[in-house]
Antibody, heavy 122, light 107 residues
Framework: QVQLQQSGPGLVKPSQTLSLTCAIS??????????WNWIRQSPSRGLEWLGR?????????DYAESLKSRITINPDTSKNQFSLQLSSVTPEDTAVYYC????????????WGQGTLVTVSS | DIQMTQSPSSLSASVGDRVTITCRAS??????LSWYQQKPGKAPKLLIY???TLQSGVPSGFSGSGSGTDFTLTISSLQPEDFATYYC?????????FGQGTNVEIK
């Protein structure tokens, strides 16, 4: 059974960097069967895919165009986890952030983290 | 980006009712369409993927159909635990995009 456990601060000041981690159990961040994603949800934007990292013969990352200048998603093979960093945050980045596994079979998000409410406020 | 238009945005139904939710993509997405159920304070839960494949453990009262640009989620007989918000999602191409959601409420 795959489990994704999120951690990170719930409050970030404007202009600072939002950092979240998603620890994986029951699977490997280096698997070739899945990609590891971050998704956020807010009343104004709904559910929004932010980006992913995945391993083929090398590490790959893809990001939402609107966030490309501010976002980094990195794997950590030593801890079997992956992380999200979003820089220069504004109140518009306030949302519930989820990590999720995209199973390449059917390209489905079959496992999700519990969600982290991140508020951007001074 | 591929736009996903979901309808209705909300509906009221009774236990035992048949419920249909539709999702339209702005371009063909083949069969890369999945459906999720979300309850307050919880992460979305996968119900159906590849348009019509039921995720393991999901009750058989849920079904999906469609192809290309038009897709449907059907709940054959609404149960008390089915009152929730439902989302479609295309994973044909990045950026992956969700529908706006359908809130299924008790009549």
């Amino acid at each position: 059974q795959v489990q994704l456990q999120q951690s990170g601060p719930g409050l970030v000041k404007p202009s600072q960097t939002l950092s979240l981690t998603c620890a994986i159990s029951g699977d490997s961040v280096s698997t070739k069967s899945a990609a590891w994603n971050w998704i956020r949800q807010s009343p104004s934007r709904g559910l929004e895919w932010l980006g992913r990292t995945y391993y083929t013969s090398k590490w790959n990352s893809d990001y939402a165009e609107s966030l490309k200048s501010r976002i980094t998603i990195n794997p950590d093979t030593s801890k079997n986890q992956f992380s999200l960093q979003l820089s220069s945050v504004t109140p518009e980045d306030t949302a519930v952030y989820y990590c999720a596994r995209l199973n390449w079979g059917g390209k489905r998000f079959d496992y999700w983290g519990q969600g982290t409410l991140v508020t951007v406020s001074s | 980006d591929i736009q996903m238009t979901q309808s209705p945005s909300s509906l009221s139904a009774s236990v035992g009712d048949r419920v249909t939710i539709t999702c339209r993509a702005s371009q063909s997405i083949s069969n890369f369409l999945s459906w999720y159920q979300q309850k307050p304070g919880k992460a979305p839960k996968l119900l159906i993927y590849s348009t019509s494949t039921l995720q393991s453990g999901v009750p058989s009262g849920f079904s999906g159909s469609g192809s290309g640009t038009d897709f449907t989620l059907t709940i054959s007989s609404l149960q008390p635990e089915d009152f929730a918000t439902y989302y479609c999602l295309q994973t044909y191409d990045t950026p992956y995009t969700f529908g706006q959601g359908t809130n299924v409420e008790i009549k």
